[in-house]
């Protein structure tokens, strides 16, 4: 069921669901949902392209939102915890599915989905936010097509077998959103970081974090009160901010 108060938009071709954000923002009154069908120029973390085989998930939520920036960034692990409620409703399964610090869905052990998060300024009265989600639903790029080192991307179909629609993945999406939304607003982070880390991928276990200058191989111990990765290394405990996480 459509989550009451969010609106919804369907495009057959676009450019970025995260460009079309920013391209409709000062016309809306409240959260709204763009789905494109075709997205030609998606963009991932860091500027890197997102490629988008036929029958995959390409979809930008657009929220006003009132907190600091640090308490707004938080909301890419609402985010992926939506993502991972909306593949439990489409596969009926947990066991197979994990969540990587700081934006990954895992399948498998695969990459099967990815968050952007990009402020897009002040509009009316209100700050708004981008909340850009790519799904490889049907298939997956090839693995030459990620950066060295990266997890293995995957589908859901490929991984499952399950097959469904972008709109369809949509309202189920939407309904795990909004519900997770709620909780953070009624909660704060302290709920949704007690559910992201139960679905954790190797908490307890070595990883490695890369920054922009330095790597970090560690124990993945946590992650803290502002989102923060934390690492027990041989020399220190470190919260890290922002990193690609290796393992």
Known sequence: MWPDGY????????????????????GLTGPEWILGLNQVAGRGRRGRPWTMP????????????????QVVALRSFVAS???????VAVTGRA??????WPNDVLVNGGKVAGILLESLGRHCGRDWLAIGMGVNLAGAPDVGE???GALRPVSLMSET????????????????????????????FAGIREAWLSRAARLGSVITARTGRHEFTGT????????????????????IAAADVFF
């Open 146 to 148: 990620v950066e060295p």
């Open 81 to 87: 915890l939506a993502l991972h409620e909306a593949f």
């Open 161 to 188: 077998g399950v097959r469904v629609t972008p709109e369809e993945f949509l309202t189920l999406l939407a309904a795990a959103y909004a519900q997770e939304e709620a909780r953070f607003r009624t909660l704060g």
């Open 95 to 100: 066991d197979m599915l994990a969540l990587k």
């Open 7 to 26: 609106g919804r938009r369907v495009l057959a071709e676009v450019d970025s669901t995260n460009a079309e954000a920013a391209r409709i923002v000062s």
């Open 220 to 239: 993945f111990e946590t992650v803290d009160d502002a989102g923060n990765l934390v690492l027990r290394t041989a020399s220190a405990r470190q919260a």
């Open 54 to 69: 036929a029958g995959n998930f390409a979809g930008t939520l657009v929220l006003p939102v009132s907190e600091p920036p």
